[in-house]
């Protein structure tokens, strides 16, 4: 399907790595880049501010849903928050102490922040006491995305290159859950569609309720989990993409019902969960390596799809006055803003 996006001009000299959106009525669309750069737009392409926040790349960029002012980057191994009515300087920063950050998130109650890292560590932040919380260690490889369960407090998971997904309570600073990855998707049948690649988890994404993980692999694939209950049980893999999915997402205005994938090969999909899961479903626990999770499955046809010209390093959903967007950050200087038939 073909769409065209909007594309914001001028507050960028680098690789776009990051973007965000803030919540508030004015909406502004928050870009990272390469080399510390950071910009501020408005939905219409007007840049608003764009500074230098250090010698790093802004790796991820995270807005608050409390607070539709505040908003958090990593720069390298630091964390930096920002308050938009006042950019001259940081609210806040932290120190990783470790290698460097590729995603930052909030938990449901934005009393903690984690950090997933290029040492595989995880670092947790007390936001409220202003200090390290606690840090996760157990990945083999580069940690390259994380996030907090909304329905379980002190739950939380991380996927890395070690082809895991890891389910941890942070409060006691613990694992309770690991899945290989390697395990699911293989079609022994259909080999010829398979890509051989490594099962690398390039992102995770939590729905908004908290009842679906969904998560995108080096391998061009989609696993979507049930989410709802302690341990992540194995629903079904979705398959489209030709090269890695380097993305997922779950639109907040969506509830549970849509997942958005972007990859390395430039296809931007929008899958409808509802009908996904309606038809061909895989029941399995993951943490206990059922067979089941390696049931046979075709390739498949998102709800909608954007064919990209450049490989998405980030995306993320808002809505603006009623109208659904999709806002990418690629391998251009250029972020874009695309409307979605919603």
């Known amino acids: 399907m073909a769409f065209e996006g909007l ?12 973007i965000a959106v803030t919540s508030a ?18 939905p219409d392409g007007l840049n608003l501010h ?42 806040c920063e932290f120190d990783s ?28 932040f007390n936001l409220t006491a202003k200090k390290i919380h ?8 580069i ?23 890891i389910q941890w309570d942070f409060k006691k600073s613990r694992s309770f859950c690991m899945i290989n990855l390697e395990e699911f998707g293989t079609l022994l049948e259909d080999l010829d569609s398979f890509i051989v690649s490594p099962s690398f988890v390039h992102s995770l994404a939590i729905s908004c309720m908290g009842n679906y993980l969904a998560c995108g692999t080096e391998n061009g694939l989609v696993h979507v989990f049930d989410s709802s209950r302690k341990t992540l049980h194995f629903k079904k893999t ?28 430039g296809r931007i999909c929008l899958w409808d969960l509802n009908q996904e899961l309606s038809h061909g479903v895989a029941l399995a626990n993951g943490c206990s390596g059922d067979e089941q999770a390696n049931a046979t499955q ?18 993320t959903t808002c809505d603006i006055n009623g109208s659904k967007y999709l806002a990418i950050a690629d391998n251009s200087s250029c972020p874009l803003l695309y409307k979605l038939p919603l």
């Open 25 to 42: 009525s004015n909406a502004r669309i928050i870009s990272g880049a390469e080399n510390g750069e950071l910009a501020v737009w408005t």
């Open 143 to 165: 940690c390259s995305s994380i996030g907090f369960f909304p329905n379980h407090s002190w739950s939380m998971v991380s996927g890395a290159y070690d082809s895991t997904l």
């Open 50 to 91: 764009k500074i230098c926040i250090g010698e790093g790349d802004v790796t991820s960029a995270l807005c608050s849903f409390l607070y539709p002012e505040i908003f958090y980057v990593s720069c390298g191994n630091k964390i930096y928050g920002y308050d938009l009515r006042q950019m001259n300087m940081p609210l």
């Open 238 to 265: 979705l398959r489209h993409h030709t090269q890695g999915v380097s993305q997922v997402h779950f639109p907040k205005f969506s509830g549970d019902q849509y997942v958005v994938s972007g990859g390395n090969d």
């Open 97 to 124: 102490k470790d290698e460097e950050i590729n995603q930052i998130v909030l938990n449901k109650d934005e009393t903690y922040l984690g950090s997933a890292n290029d040492s595989g560590n995880i670092n947790i």
């Open 134 to 141: 606690t840090v996760l260690k157990k990945h083999s490889n």
């Open 7 to 18: 594309k914001f001009i001028g507050g960028h000299n680098y690789t776009v790595l990051s």
């Open 298 to 315: 075709s390739i498949h046809t998102p709800n909608f799809e954007i064919c990209h010209d450049e490989k998405v390093n980030w995306l």
